[in-house]
Each structure stands twice: as structure tokens, then as C-alpha cells.
């Protein structure tokens, strides 16, 4: 057994609630030793990962991991928000009492790191200083370090983020024991796995997977579902599963700031990664803030509706990443990026990695090559030939400072003014390129009835159509109803409302090609939302919100086919009442949903009667 004393006065940390709370789960786990890491670690945790195995250099300054290949994405299935008050039983956020899930996961955890380094990281997540700050100070327990090392580019780490706290118990007790994967049922009737953020006593145990979210508590456990609950109690503010960009009219010299959502693995890090068209990149420059949490609060001073990005790194998705799609993304992770990839192919000889879509054919010569899960192409029977030699939820992680486009007062405290809220998703058809919303409930209902195609990055669920309330289904901590209120009071607390819009970047031809070539082009659509908010055009006003007229979209330099144009920029009266009877049903499900937001629908139900 470690001395854990010894090891908390070395490493100078001395907020008591900490010390016992390390002390307690040393125990537990029973971890051999016991190691504090801050930032400042990271080097050594490379050398000692590549020296275990546990990492691979894909050459200078850059890394590959990969995971055990029954873990390689979030479950949501095993995913459970636990309270001692069963009225915060949602639809989404799969509720259990508290009092049933904590002995479990204490049970599952007896014992489970003996022989292991639990790892003590203190992150922040928040820029410092930031009005929500207080509510992003954490201790993620881990006995895995590759694991460290993502949390290390993911949040702020270091021991100066637990001392000296106003109140020295408001911290995130966020406990990760990986467990013996090989035999842990991942999928099956005896899954042991569970990922537990037991949300009124701000304490997230997750046991069973060292990947993504499942595993870097400071992201999706305490980020997004611990955050959306703390945000509601203290009625302070929204956390949300959003991306957060600048866009920069360098003739007029202002920057508007869109924030948003869309599902996982549906194009958020794409936008806040987005380099404008060639034949618009002298007028506009987009800037990155977050890619895929944002916490959103109205600033007391001001009255201002700001929003923040928690996170210090992306974790993104890597498939089809490369020059065309997003050349920013390939210069966050260049050399000298220290760079980690996971689940991508990878060869040792060369040290290169590759993924689907990195170029428009796998490399020519095989000789070396192995795919995610370690297996020589060259080797690949006739069955296996066309099997993808990436994991479609490969990943690359890189820290936010290596992002070429991120903005310049990313790492302020004060955060930005929101101008527009947007929703997306891989909808095929029916939801037209963009669609503005100026009326607050039906802005908010439209993201509640945000219906999409649920992706590769949560296990079993690819190409399902579901609804994805503000693209954060899986990460919800409360009853929808609440949700949905404390929302509006959010948003209609702000003095200047910001505009709302859907977009589609997915919609495909019976061909199943996407109709519009998305990416870098999508600026197209959000510089017309800018105008649109500046009184510049004035667009067509359908049911379903303001469509832009063909001729107030800026296509400078766009090859798009006139036909697939017209059909990104239609309503189909049809299909959109089909679409509103499922959603009468969506929203009957939540019990204490607001008057406003039924009133909402009613509306836009009418609109598309009488249209
Ligand atoms: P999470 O990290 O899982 O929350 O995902 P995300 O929403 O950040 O998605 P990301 O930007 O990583 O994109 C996911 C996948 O969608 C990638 O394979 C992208 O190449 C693809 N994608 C993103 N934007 C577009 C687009 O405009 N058009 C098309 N066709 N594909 C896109
Ligand atoms: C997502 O699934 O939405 C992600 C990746 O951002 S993970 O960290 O695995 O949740
Ligand atoms: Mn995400």
C-alpha cells in the first residue's frame, strides 16, 4: 500500500476534502502506488508510456494508442445519471437511485487497481479565472496512464486548481478504475461496465473502459452531464454539448460569436476547425473557441449571454479529416504536436498513421501496415479485404494552443457575447441548409425536437433516427421538462436575445450523395445568419423559420449543381407535418414541459396547416 500522506505533502496539496478523498479510494481501489501529475509531467508520462507499450511514436513529437477493440466509443447503454431525489428521473439521463448505484460501483471498484499507479490529476475545467470556474475544479482518480495523458491535453492540470478553494469541498470526485477489459462482457447480457455520475453529490464513477468518454471524466462526465446539472441547481447556467466559433468580418472589424449543437460525431469540431472557401478568406476569418462543450450563462453585469469553452484540447473525430475537408485539423496535429492518435492504422516502421478518407486510397504498399486493432493488412484474408483499417471512431487528441485557427482570447476568462444559437444533425432529408429562428420558445423548441442520425461514436446506435434534444441526449442529467425551463429562463434572462437557426450540411440525393459539398463552405450559410441578425437581408419566411433567398447567399467560388441548391433551400410542407405528429409524441413524453414551448409547436403546426 502506498503512503498517500507522503505523497500528497510532496506533491503540496493541502485542501483536506482532497487528501481524504484520495485517501479514501487508495484504499478502495487498492492501488500499490499513488502519483499526483500536473502538466508539467506530461514528458515524463510519454517517455514511460512508450517504454510500457502503452504508446508508439508516429514520428516526431506524435503518438499512437490504441484501445482494447471491444472499447472504442461511448456507451450509452451503461451510462447512468444516479440522485438520491427519484424526481430527477428524466426520459434520457437513465436514472438510478444513488443509494443503489454508489455500493455497486464501490463494489466493482474493491480491489480493482491492485498492482496499479493510481494517478491523481486536479484539472480545471474552465479558463481560470471565469465566472463558472468555481463549478469546474475536479480530482480525476485514474489507475491508467494514457489516460493522464489525454486528460493532461484535455484540461487544465496542476495542483494550484484544488488549493485554496473558497469552499475546499467544491470539487468533482471523479473516480476512473479501467478493470480487466478482456473480461468485462463489453455488449452482452453480463456487461460488468458502468458509468456512473452520481450528479447531487458531484461524484463520477466510471468503471470498464479507458476510452474517450467513457474514461476522460473531465470531458463528458463532469463537462457536460455533471455541469448540466449543477447549471440547473444553482440556476446559473446551460452545459451544453456545443461547438463555439468567431467569425471575423475583417472590413467591418466585427466578430460575431455562433455557438451550437450537433449530435456526436456530426461536424462540430469540423465548423470551430473551418477555414473559410479560398474566394471568401480575405473578408472572413473564423476563429476557434470550442469544439464540443460550450457552458452558456448571462453575465451579471452586462446582461449579457456568454458562453465559454470548458475543455483545453480537442479529442476529435479523425475519418475523412485530411487537406480538402480540414486543413486546420492537420496542422493541430503536425510534428512536434504531441499529438496522440487512437484506433487509427498505423504503421510502426514508418511511424505513420492513416485513417479512411486521409487520402482517397489506403497507402499503395501495405508492407508494415497494421490496422486498429493491431492485424497486418498484408495478412487480411479475401473476407477481411474491404474492412476499414481504421476504427470509424479514431480519434486524434491535441491540446487547443496547436490549433491554427484558435482565437486569440480563447483562454480569457471573460468568455464571448452570443449572437446565435444553432442545431444540426445528419438529417437526409427534410431539413433545409439553414433556417432562422427569431422567436426564443420556438428557437429552444426547435432544439428540443432536433432529430438526427445517431453516429459511430456511441456503441450500437450508427444510422438510428432518433431525437436528440440540443444534440445533448446522451449526455442529459435531469427530467427534459426541467430542462427545457430552466433553458428559457437562461436564454430570456439576457438582455439582447440571440437568434437561433437550424442547419443541415447532410441532406443527400436519391443517389445518397450529400447535396451540398458542406465543410468550408458551410461559412456560406452562417454569414447569411449574420446578415440576416444585421437587418441586411431578409430572406423567406416559411412555417418552419426564414429560409434565405437563393440570391442573398454569398456563392462566390461554389460549385454546387442548381438543382441540388434549390432542394437545400425548400421546405416540404408534406414531410414537415408527417414530422410534426412525431413530434407531438417526442414532446408528450416529458411531464412538466413549459407552456411555452407546446404554445411553440402549436404554432408551427398551424403555420404548416394553413400554408
Ligand atoms: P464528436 O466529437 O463526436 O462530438 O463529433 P463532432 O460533432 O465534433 O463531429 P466532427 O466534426 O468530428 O465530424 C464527424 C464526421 O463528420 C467526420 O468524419 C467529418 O469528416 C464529417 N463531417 C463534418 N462536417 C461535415 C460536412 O459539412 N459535410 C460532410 N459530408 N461531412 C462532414
Ligand atoms: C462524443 O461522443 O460526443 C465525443 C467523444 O465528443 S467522447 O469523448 O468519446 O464522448
Ligand atoms: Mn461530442
Do not use: C
Not at 470556474?133 to 484535455?154: F, K
Not at 473578408?283 to 462543450?293: A, H, L, M, S, T
Not at 465559454?308 to 486543413?327: H, I, L, R, S, W
Not at 425551463?485 to 443517389?511: M, S, T
Amino acid at each position: 500500500m502506498a503512503d498517500v500522506e507522503a505523497v500528497l505533502d510532496a506533491a503540496g496539496i493541502t485542501n483536506p476534502r482532497v487528501r481524504e478523498y484520495v485517501q479514501q479510494y487508495a484504499e478502495l481501489t487498492g492501488a500499490e502506488r499513488v502519483e499526483v501529475v500536473s502538466a508539467a509531467d506530461d514528458e515524463r508520462l510519454i517517455q514511460e508510456a512508450l517504454e510500457a507499450g502503452e504508446l508508439q511514436p508516429a514520428g516526431k513529437g506524435r503518438y499512437y494508442s490504441r484501445s482494447y477493440h471491444k472499447d472504442t466509443a461511448r456507451s450509452e447503454e451503461r451510462t447512468v445519471v444516479a440522485t438520491n431525489d427519484p424526481k430527477d428521473k428524466g426520459v434520457y439521463n437513465n436514472w438510478k437511485p444513488a443509494s443503489e448505484m454508489k455500493p455497486l460501483l464501490h463494489e466493482k471498484m474493491k480491489g480493482a487497481s491492485a498492482g496499479k499507479t493510481m494517478y491523481v490529476i486536479p484539472y480545471l475545467m474552465a479558463p481560470a479565472g471565469n465566472a463558472l470556474a468555481p463549478w469546474g475544479v475536479g480530482v480525476e482518480l485514474t489507475d491508467n496512464r494514457p489516460v493522464v495523458l489525454h486528460m493532461i491535453r484535455m484540461a487544465r492540470v496542476g495542483v494550484q486548481y484544488v488549493n485554496d478553494l473558497e469552499d475546499p469541498n467544491q470539487f468533482v470526485r471523479a473516480v476512473h478504475v479501467t478493470g480487466d477489459l478482456p473480461n468485462l462482457g463489453q455488449g452482452t447480457d453480463d456487461d460488468q461496465r458502468w458509468f456512473v455520475t452520481v450528479a447531487d453529490e458531484r461524484t463520477i464513477l466510471h468503471y470498464g473502459s479507458s476510452y474517450g468518454g467513457n474514461a476522460l471524466l473531465g470531458k463528458i462526465a463532469h463537462g457536460l452531464r455533471q455541469a448540466a446539472y449543477d447549471g440547473w441547481v444553482s440556476k446559473k447556467f446551460l452545459g451544453e454539448q456545443y461547438m463555439l466559433i468567431g467569425i471575423k468580418d475583417k472590413e467591418t472589424g466585427k466578430t460575431y460569436h455562433v455557438t451550437g449543437g450537433f449530435p456526436s460525431a456530426s461536424g462540430k469540431t469540423n465548423l470551430a476547425m473551418m477555414l473559410p472557401p479560398d474566394a471568401l478568406g480575405d473578408r472572413y476569418e473564423v476563429y476557434f473557441y470550442g469544439d464540443d462543450i460550450a457552458w452558456l450563462w448571462v453575465d451579471e453585469k452586462t446582461g449579457k449571454l456568454m458562453a465559454m469553452n470548458p475543455e483545453n484540447g480537442v479529442f476529435g473525430v479523425a475519418k475523412d479529416t485530411n487537406e480538402t475537408t480540414n486543413p486546420t485539423a492537420l496542422g493541430s496535429i503536425d510534428e512536434n504536436s504531441e499529438a496522440i492518435f487512437t484506433n487509427v492504422a498505423y504503421n510502426p516502421t514508418t511511424q505513420e498513421v492513416w485513417w479512411e478518407g486521409r487520402t482517397k486510397n489506403p497507402p499503395a504498399d501495405v508492407t508494415g501496415w497494421e490496422d486498429w486493432r493491431g492485424h497486418l493488412i498484408s495478412e487480411r484474408t479475401e473476407a477481411q479485404k474491404n474492412d476499414p483499417w481504421a476504427h470509424p471512431n479514431s480519434r486524434f487528441t491535441t491540446t487547443l494552443s496547436k490549433v491554427p485557427n484558435i482565437a486569440p482570447d480563447w483562454d480569457e476568462a471573460a468568455g464571448v457575447p452570443v449572437d446565435a444559437i444553432i442545431f444540426g444533425g445528419r438529417t437526409r432529408d427534410r431539413e433545409p441548409l439553414i433556417r432562422a429562428i427569431t422567436d426564443v420558445a420556438e428557437g429552444v423548441y426547435d432544439g428540443l425536437t432536433l432529430g438526427a442520425e445517431a453516429t459511430f461514436a456511441a456503441e450500437g446506435t450508427e444510422g438510428v433516427l432518433r431525437y436528440d434534444p440540443m444534440s445533448n441526449r446522451p449526455f442529459m442529467a435531469y427530467g427534459e421538462g426541467e430542462y427545457a425551463r430552466h433553458y428559457l429562463d437562461i436564454i430570456n434572462a439576457a438582455d439582447e436575445k440571440p437568434l437561433f437557426a437550424h442547419v443541415n450540411w447532410f441532406q443527400r440525393g436519391e443517389d445518397g450523395r450529400f447535396l451540398w459539398p458542406g465543410y468550408r463552405d458551410n461559412l456560406r450559410p452562417l454569414l447569411w445568419l449574420m446578415q440576416l441578425k444585421n437587418g441586411e437581408v431578409e430572406g423567406v419566411q416559411t412555417p418552419v423559420g426564414i429560409l434565405p433567398k437563393k440570391e442573398e447567399l454569398n456563392l462566390e467560388g461554389l460549385e454546387i449543381d442548381a438543382d441540388d441548391l434549390d432542394a437545400v433551400l425548400r421546405i416540404d410542407n408534406a414531410r414537415w407535418q408527417q414530422e410534426i405528429s412525431h413530434r407531438t409524441e417526442h414532446l408528450e413524453q416529458f411531464p412538466n414541459l413549459p407552456e411555452e414551448i407546446w404554445e411553440a409547436h402549436n404554432r408551427v403546426k398551424a403555420a404548416l396547416e394553413a400554408d
